[in-house]
């Protein structure tokens, strides 16, 4: 509409000489309805932003600048390397390495990414298994890349890290001698698709904000609905359907499995999950199907969360990326009007602080109890998690410290000033008799 109005302008301005007065008008309807519209958070994936900046609020670095989808160039362009890549031999220490909770994701780009993961599925043997086409195997993937959206956190590499754990797990306690390959599936898929099309705002925040989403599935874990329901909206077209030459019963396992993966990353059920798989592990079968189950459920929860269980410098990172997204949305709403979230608080949030309640109450008793199933995760996954709440326990110490002689050395020099203060008003109004030196002379 602008540009219409800029060339309009253009035309008269050469054929009449002046900008007549409705054409000023005009620009100012224009300008006032942009304002409207970039002023209107829910309309930001129009690419209209508000930019937060404008607050009180230090700004998000860049969470505000992008636009939620991804463009068209954009995966086009990663579509593009990824054909050119996937073609190329990926080396067997890579592989290996592929293996490990260790894996750096920061060292690789997006389509690097997508040959990872098409990695993973074939190292589970799965191309042969299920008859999974080549090129069906890379639209799914690509579908997958497209529908994570530009967020600091929950994006396509968190989407990777989530699934490269998920599949360390497997080799790492022998899953393959212990599950069947369908079992096994499920849970790679579930952990690619878990948080599709997230858009950077929680559970509590869709609910408050009574998002399309919290109306759609009636306040019930809105977002892992919205994920599944994602999921299946890629699996349904024929031309990345990696489940289309399995058989209708297979297609249904598959189908109830990823469900129950999916809606059991919602945090709200996090107690529910674990005290269900913490009463079965006494008698725990892998021939039972429903202690199978629910063992992949703790699985998928345990990938979700695992950022602490890698190398600090990989694990870092990751923490600033779900800070600048917690405090974005708790800036929202502050904005909105909206409860504000107590553990997304700029105001109440530290780095450490965040971290040391969340590994003690949450990591830890999660990753214990899978480790009571499979001793050898210990060194795996809980040493790297105890060396971190180490390292945010001593930063939160230090930060304390910190905070003590900062409040120490103001209030040192308020009183100073105080004093300075009350000497210059003693001059002026005479002698100060409490003063024992001022007693003397
Ligand atoms: N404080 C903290 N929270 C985390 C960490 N990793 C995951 N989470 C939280 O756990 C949640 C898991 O589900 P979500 O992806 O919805 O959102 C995630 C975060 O809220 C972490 O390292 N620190
Ligand atoms: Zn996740």
Not at 154 to 159: Q, Y
Not at 179 to 197: E, G, P, Q, R, Y
Not at 364 to 369: A, K, Q, S, V, W
Request: hydrophobic content about 35%.
């Amino acid at each position: 509409m602008e540009k219409r109005l800029q060339g309009l302008e253009k035309k008269i301005l050469i054929e009449a000489g002046e900008t007549p007065a409705v054409v000023y008008e005009m620009k100012k309807q224009v300008d006032s309805f942009r304002e409207k519209l970039e002023s209107v958070e829910h309309l930001s994936w129009l690419g209209l932003f508000k930019d937060l900046s404008e607050g009180t609020h230090k700004p998000s670095p860049f969470y505000h600048k992008r636009t939620l989808h991804k463009t068209r160039e954009e995966c086009e362009h990663v579509r593009e390397k990824f054909l050119h890549m996937s073609s190329l031999e990926v080396s067997e220490e890579v592989r290996q390495y592929l293996k490990t909770p260790t894996f750096d994701n920061w060292q690789w780009e997006d389509a690097e990414i997508m040959v990872l993961l098409q990695v993973m599925y074939t190292d589970l043997d799965f191309i042969p298994t299920f008859n999974i086409e080549p090129e069906v195997l890379q639209q799914f993937l690509f579908e997958i890349y497209r529908r994570y959206n530009n967020i600091p956190f929950h994006n396509f590499k968190h989407c990777f890290c989530v699934t490269q754990m998920m599949y360390g797990l497997i080799w790492l306690t022998d899953l393959r001698s212990k599950m069947d390959s369908i079992d096994l599936l499920i849970m790679l898929t579930s952990a690619v698709c878990h948080d599709l099309d997230h858009t950077g705002y929680n559970n509590a925040y869709q609910i408050n904000a009574q998002t399309e989403l919290a109306l759609r599935y009636n306040d019930i874990s809105p977002l892992e609905n919205h994920h599944c329901a994602v999921a299946f909206e890629i699996l349904e077209r024929t031309e990345s359907n990696i489940f289309r030459n399995l058989s209708t019963d297979q297609y249904k396992r598959i189908r109830e499995g990823i469900i129950k993966c999916i809606l059991a990353t919602d945090m709200s059920r996090h107690n529910e999950v674990l005290n269900k798989f913490k009463s079965i592990l006494p008698v725990f079968d892998f021939t039972n199907k429903d202690h199978r189950d629910v063992l992949m459920t703790i699985l998928i929860k345990v990938s979700d969360i695992s950022n602490e269980a890698r190398p600090m410098e990989v694990a870092e990172p990751w923490l600033d990326c779900l800070l600048q997204e917690f405090f974005n949305q708790s800036d929202v709403e502050k904005l909105e009007g909206l409860p504000v979230t107590p553990f997304m608080d700029r105001d109440k949030v530290t780095k450490p602080s965040s971290q040391t309640g969340f590994i003690r109450f949450v990591l830890l008793p999660l990753f214990i109890e899978l480790a009571n199933l499979f001793p050898c995760l210990e060194q795996h996954i809980i040493d790297p998690v105890r060396k971190a709440l180490d390292y945010y326990t001593k930063m939160e110490k230090a930060l304390e410290t910190e905070q003590q002689n900062r409040a120490q050395s103001e209030n040192a020099a308020k009183s100073k000033e105080a004093a300075g203060g009350r000497q210059d008003s003693q001059t002026d109004a005479g002698p100060d008799t409490s003063e024992p030196e001022s007693q003397l002379t």
